[in-house]
Nanobody, 121 residues
């Protein structure tokens, strides 16, 4: 059983930046970030494979968000720059049981409680 705890959310103006962190209670493999806005389905944001060398992003955040990880600290990060109001959502980190994982929530076994990100216009 892996426990995930997100932090770093908050209120920011459009164009600003935030860095989310997700601390895991143990070793993790592929890690992902998802988000859910009010009235919408949970959406894939980014994934990083165990080695950290392979990442993938949803098109809407490419060039603005960067996912990274520190395996020694069992922590994954999401650096969010040039934030837009449409980025407003609860952001969740998730852990998959494999070295490689994709954009489907079904591939992830463990989820954090979420952290709210609000971007004002």
């Amino acid at each position: 059983q892996v426990q995930l705890v997100e932090s770093g959310g908050g209120l920011v103006q459009a164009g600003g930046s935030l860095r989310l962190s997700c601390a895991a209670s143990g070793r993790t493999f592929a890690m992902g970030w998802f988000r859910q806005a009010p009235g919408k389905e949970r959406e894939f944001v980014a994934v990083i494979r165990y080695s950290g060398g392979t990442t993938d992003y949803v098109d809407s955040v490419k060039g603005r968000f960067t996912i990274s990880r520190d395996n020694a600290k069992n922590t994954v990060y999401l650096q969010m720059n040039s934030l837009k109001p449409e980025d407003t959502a609860v952001y969740y980190c998730a852990a998959a049981p494999t070295y490689y994982s994709g954009s489907s929530a079904d591939e992830y076994d463990y989820w954090g409680q979420g952290t709210q990100v609000t971007v004002s216009s």
